[in-house]
């Protein structure tokens, strides 16, 4: 991932290879704003918003599990649904990314601890603070009270895969 402008980075929509004057961007282009650093994906199936997502080499990106963690080439986290084969942006935190009151959110399991380690699940792209496949450079910044929904995110530096 190389870092190549702010693209006008619109993570609160997806694109079709339609639109209408070509999409803003390519797959694996790196945009940001103030609130972190985002990249250009197109989606192999469809995504929940919030859902954590692996990302091919390619830019491909699916929601995120414990079993498909080995082959994800990069981590972020869709801020927006996606169709399968649409295109748009996400969340791959970034310096100083996310924060209290920013919006962006993760999906996260059932009583997961503030500012525990988050780490993958087999449910398709809901991390935990239980150990499994650690995702290091993120974390949530409230508990979640039983729901399994979403937490604020806050990131320290790019999300990374820590466990091999």
């Known amino acids: 991932m190389t870092q190549s402008g702010s693209f006008g980075v619109n993570s609160t929509r997806t694109y079709t290879s339609s639109y209408p004057g070509g999409l803003p961007a390519k797959p694996l282009d790196v945009g940001s704003d103030k609130r972190g650093e985002w990249l250009f994906v197109s989606a192999s ?4 918003q919030y859902a954590f997502v692996g ?3 390619s830019g491909v990106a699916a ?3 414990t079993t498909t963690y080995a082959s994800s080439a990069s981590i972020g986290v869709a801020q927006v649904a996606f ?3 649409e295109y748009g942006w996400v969340w791959v935190g970034g310096a100083g990314g996310g924060g209290t009151g920013v919006g962006i959110k993760g999906k996260v399991a059932a009583n997961y601890a503030a500012f525990a380690q988050m780490n993958t699940t087999a449910t398709a792209g809901v991390v935990d603070d239980a ?3 650690l995702l290091g450079g993120v974390v949530g910044l409230t508990t979640d ?7 604020e995110l806050q990131s320290s530096g790019t999300i990374i895969k820590v466990t091999a």
């Open 145 to 151: 009270g039983g729901s399994g929904s979403s937490v």
């Open 63 to 65: 929601e995120l599990t």
């Open 131 to 133: 150990a499994t496949k």
């Open 45 to 48: 199936v469809a995504i929940a």
């Open 83 to 85: 169709a399968s084969g």
């Open 55 to 57: 990302i091919t080499g």
